[in-house]
C-alpha cells in the first residue's frame, strides 16, 4: 500500500471513526495491509496492488453501510423525539380544552357518599360513608383522579380496575380530609400516587 493509499483510506474515514478505540483498529488494519503490501512487493515498490484495492474497496464499503446504520439510528430517535412532542401537545390541547369549558381546575367535581362509584378521567371525587372507588377501567396516558375522604367513616377503598396502584390492587384513606391524587403511567400500566 502507498503513502497516497493510506492517506486516502484515512481520508475516506468519518472524524469519530479516527479516535479511540476505532481510530487505534482502522490505524492497525492501515499498518497491516501496508505490511502486506510491503511483504508481496513484486520489484516495483507497490506491491501486489490487487490485495490492496481489494481491502481499501471492502472497508470503505463497511464504512458505508456504518453511515447508513448511524443515519436509520438518527432518524429513528427524531421519530420517537417527534411522537413525544405530539403527545405532550395533545396532553396540553386536553388541558386547554378542560379550562375553555368553565373548570378552573380542568376536574369534574362528584361527590360519593356510600356506595361504588366507577371514576372517569380527571375527577375531584369527595367520598364518605366507606365509599369505593374504581379507578378508570381504560385510562389514557396521564388520567389524573383525586380523591378525598370527608367524613369519620371507617375508610375510602379504592380499587385500580385491575390495575395495580402503586403495587397494589387496592388502597385505603383512613384520616379524614385526606386526599390523594392518582396519575396513570401508560408506559408501566400502573397508577401512581403523587
Do not use: C
Amino acid at each position: 500500500m502507498t503513502i497516497n493509499q493510506a492517506d486516502r483510506l484515512r481520508k475516506a474515514l468519518p472524524r469519530e471513526y479516527t479516535r479511540g478505540a476505532m481510530g487505534n483498529f482502522y490505524d492497525q488494519l492501515i499498518r497491516l495491509l501496508s505490511q502486506i503490501a510491503t511483504s508481496t512487493d513484486s520489484g516495483d515498490g507497490g506491491g501486489d496492488t490487487t490485495i490492496i484495492n481489494e481491502a481499501e474497496s471492502s472497508i470503505l464499503s463497511t464504512v458505508s453501510d456504518i453511515q447508513d446504520i448511524y443515519s436509520r439510528i438518527d432518524d429513528i430517535e427524531r421519530r420517537e423525539s417527534q411522537e413525544s412532542l405530539f403527545d405532550r401537545v395533545d396532553d396540553l390541547e386536553r388541558q386547554l380544552i378542560d379550562v375553555w369549558s368553565g373548570s378552573e381546575t380542568g376536574f369534574k367535581s362528584v361527590a360519593v357518599d356510600a356506595g361504588t362509584h366507577q371514576a372517569t378521567d380527571r375527577e375531584f371525587i369527595t367520598a364518605g360513608l366507606n365509599a369505593v372507588i374504581l379507578l378508570p377501567v381504560r385510562p389514557v396516558s396521564n388520567s389524573v383522579i383525586i380523591v378525598k375522604k370527608i367524613d369519620n367513616s371507617a375508610k375510602i377503598q379504592i380499587g385500580g380496575s385491575g390495575r395495580k396502584i402503586d403495587g397494589h390492587d387496592s388502597i385505603l384513606i383512613r384520616r379524614k380530609n385526606t386526599a390523594l391524587t392518582m396519575q396513570y403511567d401508560i408506559t408501566r400500566d400502573e397508577w401512581f400516587i403523587r
